[in-house]
């Protein structure tokens, strides 16, 4: 399995842009996760789906990012417009159904908002 | 809600010394446990996990944790540190609504001195 696959693994955009990342779950899992990691706040959960429907968006910063799960096997966080306060590491990862929880990560996205 | 407390964000050890990284959780329910590795520039990787049964876990790379439910632990320890060992680990814990949702801890950067 070729695990959970992210794009782009790096992108820097300048502030006022629209930023989409992406990502692919491992086939078969039903649960979707998408977290951001920087050094002051650390690791924070923005959104999980479940079967493609978005369950808890608490973590969302503001409305200016948004989440989709078009398809069991596509995910899109985006961000619009852009800042430099976004720059961090974005991470999806993904879970199996009935399963103990265990969550899968992607390698990152690495996002920096000049 | 269940919760997670790391003690020590930055914790050093020789070369050859004991690791010990210690977790604290709280839950209202027989929680499952994991630890995660991240290593520089990597999205976080399963170390070991708790379900239920044997309370001593083993994982890769020569760790292992002991869920003590009395003293709501779940601490990392290794015999003897390698310079490899050198990472960012999580301790996490499951949360009882479902859809497989995980409380991270803040993290601890482990640091091995030759």
């Known amino acids: 399995d070729a695990g959970v696959i992210q794009s782009p693994r790096h992108e820097v955009t300048e502030m006022g842009q629209e930023v989409t990342l992406r990502c692919k779950p491992i086939?078969?899992?039903?649960?979707l996760f998408w977290y951001r990691q920087t050094m002051m706040r650390g690791l924070e959960l923005l959104i999980y789906f479940n079967n493609n429907v978005p369950i808890d968006d608490s973590g969302m910063p503001e409305d200016r990012f948004s989440a989709k799960m078009p398809n069991a096997s596509f995910s899109t966080l985006k961000i619009q417009p852009s800042e430099p306060r976004d720059s961090a590491v974005y991470f999806c990862?993904?879970?199996?159904?009935?399963?103990?929880?265990?969550?899968?990560f992607g390698p990152g996205t690495r996002l920096t908002v000049l | 809600a269940q919760s997670v407390t790391q003690l020590g964000s930055h914790v050093s050890v020789s070369e050859g010394a004991l690791v010990l990284l210690r977790c604290n959780y709280s839950?209202?329910?027989?929680?499952?446990l994991f630890w995660y590795v991240q290593y520089p520039n990597q999205g976080l990787q399963l170390l070991l996990k708790y379900t239920t049964g044997a309370t001593l876990v083993k994982g890769i790379n020569g760790f292992e944790a002991e869920f003590k439910k009395s003293e709501t632990s779940f601490h990392l320890t290794k015999p003897s540190a390698h310079m490899s060992d050198a990472a960012e680990y999580f301790c996490?814990?499951?949360?009882?609504?479902?859809?497989?949702?995980?409380?991270f801890g803040t993290g601890t950067k482990l640091q091995v001195i030759p």
């Open positions: 086939s078969g899992h039903n649960s």
């Open positions: 839950s209202s329910v027989p929680p499952y």
């Open positions: 996490a814990v499951s949360d009882e609504g479902g859809y497989q949702k995980v409380t």
């Open positions: 990862a993904s879970s199996l159904g009935g399963s103990t929880g265990e969550q899968f």
